[in-house]
């Protein structure tokens, strides 16, 4: 990022902000007052301020506001938080949030586990929470990082909805709409949907298609039904489907280097509509992935019912129940039709390979079942608050699978084909208690068991693979003694202290642990890559201050944390996770005013300072590749030349311990919104906006493995055009420091009926690395505009 860059987005939020004193005048009655917001961060309705932990929400106005419509546009601007789509799957994300992958998706209460498309469509959202920091006590398996957890509006008591409609850069048509019926006067009913449909901003020169386009749909139907004063019950059922793609993609032509308007791909697989017959067949490839085509495409099914007693003040008891299904069928060519990069060939030519560069193929489905049963309330005239649960969870997953190879042009081979199945049973129980033993001090303890039962099998799908080399893959992992059944159990607790320093300021102090459960290297294609791993757990130690000032016209949350951690999971570009110690201290401010009425500014900062700790295993590795980096070796080199140790795992090519994944050392935002009213008396209201989030440098792959410009020569005389150590960079994990400006300007009627607006994101068109698997790049999306109506009754 350049200093002008950052020179040019922080003068726009100045500009508005200082412009905006004459406001003050136009509307008296507008509120100069932040919003009040209550979170269920704890698993019951709070105030935001009173909560003793580092939690950000964002409501319904500022999610339509920001053209906020995925949880990677929600993520964005917030302290130590990084996302990006996987590669080669357009609906799913990666989630990283100081430091740590384990960050658990929660829909209106329900978790939705690894096997579901995560990349949720916003159509009809109330709020979304994001807790940054383990959360094992209250929230369970896969939170040793935090929990995103989105919240669906409950349909309301009278006859209201919207429309909304949008068009946008790359043919990118959106429609939402909702509708809320009250039935009666007890019993609510709410439809919502939305469809979105793009070209993709890819140009596959080879085949003529266009790549990552971002299209799907989604219904909701929504019930809520107050069967007497003291009980509720909230049902939802919601069906998803998504084609988003996430392949790699280049600024210049791969088959034209020359050209360099746009993003570019070259590969030769083609999308469904020109596959004819089983494409990959006569490879050996067997099952309906035979035929698919490149692209991704993913069902789910979403279903939740919560029912509510509430006999006093003493207690709630509620049942909360959750369904998800989802099924996803794939052919992903994850090197664009190329030989992956090397020191020797850095920028292979393209050669447009009818089967991919190296592909892979998936049909997959996964059914989740959860149930819980959930007491709270208050004691003793609010002496003591409490929550408290048991629950269970089962998942269950079945997935054919192939890997396919070109290594020379025109001969593709078939690396593996197997059917991998998948069994989770989870118990748990949990209890939480907040004892305000003073007129100021709140302490509080938490605590959760749970109890894993884990199984995995796989069986190879090639004909006659026991004479083939290396034989069956089910037999290789028998022999290597792969369990197929791992059993855990967690204790996760959780300390805190709050202390009311002021009517307006809060201290807080906590300890807790969250863990993230084990598993296999599922989406492995060899028996060395194909492992169990261990489950990861972190302990949190933060302290923090959250306040308001000036009548709610200024809020500042400060959050310090130092977080101890092992067997970090750490997945690799093999699909091969290893594990490692972890640590990670770091400090985190978040602000938001109104410093004038009508204008609002937020403001966020993060620092953190991430490490792996290596084990006896890596350090071995490490003193294993310092022994042949002094012999003259070279990670990633041909033959003789290669140093084997380095550049795997968490040991890079110089041989150090990596920098862990998607852990920036800054994360910086800020933003700025102005009514301004046209005429005051017209009843329209024009509202810019502009919202800029930096990031410094950071790595997206396990070893930090990167191609740089300057030769490198081999104990045997060979020069090499590209080195894995440092100068010019070429492609690989390295993402360079980041600066994404998003802004727009709003026209709307003073009672919000109507609303017609003008969006960028990444306005200045900043390019940079969000994935990586192994030497290949996966770019960030390129400048997106979108103009909206909306219509609201």
């Known amino acids: 990022m350049s200093g002008r860059s950052l020179l040019h987005g922080s003068c726009a939020i100045a500009a508005i902000a200082a412009a905006a004193a004459p406001a003050m005048a136009e509307d008296e009655t507008a509120s100069a007052a932040?919003?009040?917001?209550?979170?269920?961060?704890?698993?019951?309705?709070?105030?935001?301020?009173?909560?003793?932990?580092?939690?950000?929400?964002?409501?319904?106005?500022?999610?339509e506001a920001r053209g906020i419509d995925a949880p990677l546009d929600a993520l964005r601007g917030i302290p130590n938080a990084a996302a990006a789509h996987v590669p080669g799957f357009g609906s799913d994300n990666a989630y990283v949030i100081r430091g740590s992958g384990g960050v658990g998706t929660f829909i209106d209460g329900?978790?939705?586990?690894?096997?579901?498309?995560?990349?949720?469509?916003?159509?009809?959202?109330?709020?979304?929470?994001?807790?940054?920091?383990?959360?094992?006590?209250?929230?369970?398996?896969?939170?040793?990082?935090?929990?995103?957890?989105?919240?669906?509006?409950?349909?309301?008591?009278?006859?209201?909805?919207?429309?909304?409609?949008?068009?946008?850069?790359?043919?990118?048509?959106?429609?939402?709409?909702?509708?809320?019926?009250?039935?009666?006067?007890?019993?609510?009913?709410?439809?919502?949907?939305?469809?979105?449909?793009?070209?993709?901003?890819v140009r596959n020169?080879?085949?003529?298609?266009?790549?990552?386009?971002?299209?799907?749909?989604?219904?909701?139907?929504?019930?809520?039904?107050?069967?007497?004063?003291?009980?509720?019950?909230?049902?939802?059922?919601?069906?998803?489907?998504?084609?988003?793609?996430?392949?790699?993609?280049?600024?210049?032509?791969?088959?034209?280097?020359t050209g360099c308007k746009g993003r570019f791909a070259s590969t030769g697989y083609p999308e469904k509509a020109s596959i004819t017959g089983d494409h990959f067949a006569p490879l050996g490839v067997s099952g309906r992935k035979a035929g698919f085509g490149f692209g991704n495409a993913a069902k789910t099914y979403l279903a939740t019912s919560r029912i509510a007693w509430t006999p006093g003040e003493a207690v709630t008891v509620e049942a909360i129940t959750g369904y998800v299904d989802t099924k996803r069928q794939y052919g992903i060519d994850l090197r664009d039709g190329r030989d992956a990069p090397t020191i020797a060939n850095p920028?292979?030519?393209?050669?447009?390979?009818?089967?991919?560069?190296?592909?892979?193929?998936?049909?997959?489905?996964?059914?989740?079942?959860?149930?819980?049963?959930?007491?709270?309330?208050?004691?003793?005239?609010?002496?003591?608050?409490?929550?408290?649960?048991?629950?269970?969870?089962?998942?269950?997953?079945?997935?054919?699978?192939?890997?396919?190879?070109?290594?020379?042009?025109?001969?593709?081979?078939?690396v593996a084909d197997r059917r991998v199945t998948t069994e989770t049973k989870s118990k748990s129980a949990y209890a939480q208690v907040d004892v305000n033993a003073g007129p100021a001090l709140t302490l509080t303890a938490g605590l959760r068991y749970s109890d894993e039962d884990l199984r995995f099998g796989l069986a190879d799908n090639r004909a006659g693979c026991a004479a083939l080399s290396g034989g069956c893959l089910d037999d290789a992992l028998v022999t290597a003694g792969v369990p197929?059944?791992?059993?855990?159990?967690?204790?996760?607790?959780?300390?805190?202290?709050?202390f009311k320093a002021a009517e307006n300021a809060a201290l807080f102090a906590s300890a807790t642990r969250g863990y993230r459960s084990a598993g296999w290297s599922e989406r492995a294609a060899t028996a060395a890559a194909i492992r169990p791993y261990a489950a990861e757990t972190i302990w949190s130690y933060e302290?923090?201050?959250?306040?308001?000032?000036?009548?709610?016209?200024?809020?500042?949350?400060?959050?310090?944390?130092?977080?101890?951690?092992?067997?970090?999971?750490?997945?690799?570009?093999?699909?091969?996770?290893?594990?490692?110690?972890?640590?990670?201290?770091?400090?985190?401010?978040?602000?938001?005013?109104?410093?004038?009425?009508?204008?609002?500014?937020?403001?966020?900062?993060?620092?953190?300072?991430?490490?792996?700790?290596?084990?006896?295993?890596?350090?071995?590795?490490?003193?294993?590749?310092?022994?042949?980096?002094?012999?003259?070796?070279?990670?990633?080199?041909?033959?003789?030349?290669?140093?084997?140790?380095?550049?795997?795992?968490?040991?890079?090519?110089?041989?150090?311990?990596?920098?862990?994944?998607?852990?920036?050392?800054?994360?910086?935002?800020?933003?700025?919104?102005?009514?301004?009213?046209?005429?005051?008396?017209?009843?329209?209201?024009?509202?810019?906006?502009?919202d800029v989030a930096y990031r410094s440098a950071m790595e997206t792959g396990a070893a930090n493995a990167s191609l740089f410009t300057g030769s490198v020569t081999g104990i045997g005389g060979t020069v090499y055009p590209a080195n894995p150590y440092g100068g010019g960079f070429i492609t690989g994990s390295r993402s360079k420091a980041q600066l994404l400006v998003n802004a727009g300007i709003a026209l709307r009627t003073?009672?919000?009926?109507?609303?017609?607006?003008?969006?960028?994101?990444?306005?200045?068109?900043?390019?940079?690395?969000?994935?990586?698997?192994?030497?290949?790049?996966?770019?960030?999306?390129?400048?997106?505009?979108?103009i909206r109506a909306r219509r609201q009754f």
């Open 110 to 201: 329900i978790y939705v586990g690894r096997g579901a498309a995560t990349d949720y469509g916003f159509f009809d959202i109330d709020r979304i929470e994001l807790l940054r920091g383990p959360q094992g006590p209250l929230y369970g398996r896969d939170t040793s990082g935090g929990a995103l957890h989105i919240v669906n509006r409950t349909p309301g008591d009278r006859t209201s909805g919207y429309i909304d409609g949008a068009y946008g850069r790359f043919g990118t048509y959106q429609f939402r709409a909702a509708l809320d019926v009250p039935v009666g006067e007890r019993f609510s009913l709410g439809l919502s949907g939305y469809w979105r449909e793009s070209n993709g901003y």
């Open 484 to 498: 197929g059944k791992i059993g855990d159990s967690f204790w996760s607790p959780r300390f805190a202290a709050s």
């Open 543 to 690: 302290a923090g201050l959250k306040s308001t000032w000036f009548q709610r016209r200024l809020a500042v949350d400060l959050t310090g944390f130092y977080v101890d951690g092992s067997d970090a999971q750490i997945a690799d570009g093999s699909g091969s996770v290893s594990t490692a110690g972890f640590r990670n201290k770091g400090v985190e401010l978040e602000i938001a005013a109104v410093p004038f009425t009508n204008v609002t500014v937020r403001a966020a900062a993060g620092w953190q300072d991430a490490k792996y700790r290596a084990g006896s295993t890596v350090r071995a590795q490490q003193a294993a590749c310092a022994a042949e980096l002094a012999a003259g070796l070279i990670a990633g080199a041909s033959g003789a030349d290669d140093a084997p140790s380095c550049g795997a795992g968490i040991v890079t090519a110089a041989g150090d311990i990596a920098d862990p994944v998607r852990a920036p050392k800054w994360t910086l935002s800020a933003g700025a919104a102005w009514d301004i009213w046209l005429p005051p008396v017209s009843g329209s209201i024009v509202t810019p906006s502009v």
């Open 205 to 257: 020169g080879a085949t003529g298609d266009r790549l990552n386009e971002d299209d799907g749909w989604g219904v909701r139907a929504a019930a809520h039904w107050t069967l007497a004063d003291t009980l509720t019950w909230t049902g939802t059922f919601a069906r998803m489907e998504s084609t988003a793609l996430y392949a790699p993609d280049f600024e210049c032509d791969p088959a034209a280097p």
């Open 750 to 786: 003073d009672d919000n009926f109507w609303r017609v607006s003008l969006e960028c994101e990444n306005c200045l068109n900043e390019t940079t690395v969000d994935a990586s698997l192994g030497s290949v790049s996966w770019l960030n999306t390129p400048r997106v505009w979108m």
């Open 34 to 63: 932040l919003p009040e917001i209550v979170v269920t961060a704890q698993l019951r309705p709070q105030p935001i301020e009173t909560v003793p932990l580092a939690v950000t929400a964002l409501l319904s106005g500022e999610i």
């Open 347 to 414: 920028v292979p030519a393209a050669r447009g390979d009818v089967y991919g560069g190296y592909t892979i193929l998936g049909d997959t489905h996964f059914k989740q079942f959860s149930q819980e049963l959930r007491l709270s309330g208050a004691l003793a005239g609010d002496f003591v608050s409490y929550v408290a649960g048991v629950s269970y969870a089962e998942e269950d997953g079945d997935s054919d699978l192939a890997d396919l190879l070109t290594a020379s042009p025109g001969v593709a081979g078939l």
